[in-house]
C-alpha cells in the first residue's frame, strides 16, 4: 500500500566507504521510488546533536540505505540525518529525514 504512495523517482547515492588509509571509495548511484514530504523538524542526528531536518522521504522497505547516503531529486541532493523505521497500512518503510 505504502508503494502506492511512492510515485517520485529520486537517486540514491550510496557511499561506498572507505579503503585501508582511510580514502573513501567511489560512491553508487541507483533509482528508488519515494515520496517527499517538506516538513521541517526538530531531529537527533547520529552524533546526539539537534538539528532541524528539512523534510523527510519515504522509502519502501526493501531499500538499503545508511546515515552516509545522499538522497537526489530534481537536481536537488539531500544529506541523509536520521532514519526511522515505520509502519503504515501493516506495511513497513523507512522514513529518512533530510537536511
Known amino acids: 500500500m505504502i508503494n502506492a504512495y511512492c510515485n517520485d523517482m ?12 582511510g580514502r573513501p571509495n567511489a560512491e553508487t548511484e541507483s533509482s528508488v521510488k519515494t515520496k517527499y514530504f517538506d516538513k521541517r523538524r526538530l531531529i537527533m542526528d547520529t552524533k546526539g546533536e539537534q ?15 545508511t546515515n552516509e547516503d545522499k538522497i537526489k531529486i530534481d537536481s536537488v541532493e539531500y544529506i541523509v540525518k ?18
Open 82 to 99: 536520521s532514519i526511522e523505521k515505520a509502519k503504515h497500512f501493516s506495511q513497513s518503510h523507512y522514513k529518512v529525514w533530510v537536511q
Open 51 to 65: 538539528i532541524v531536518a528539512s523534510g523527510y522521504f519515504l522509502l519502501p522497505e526493501d531499500t538499503t540505505i
Open 10 to 21: 529520486a537517486t540514491l547515492v550510496t557511499s561506498g566507504g572507505y579503503d585501508d588509509n
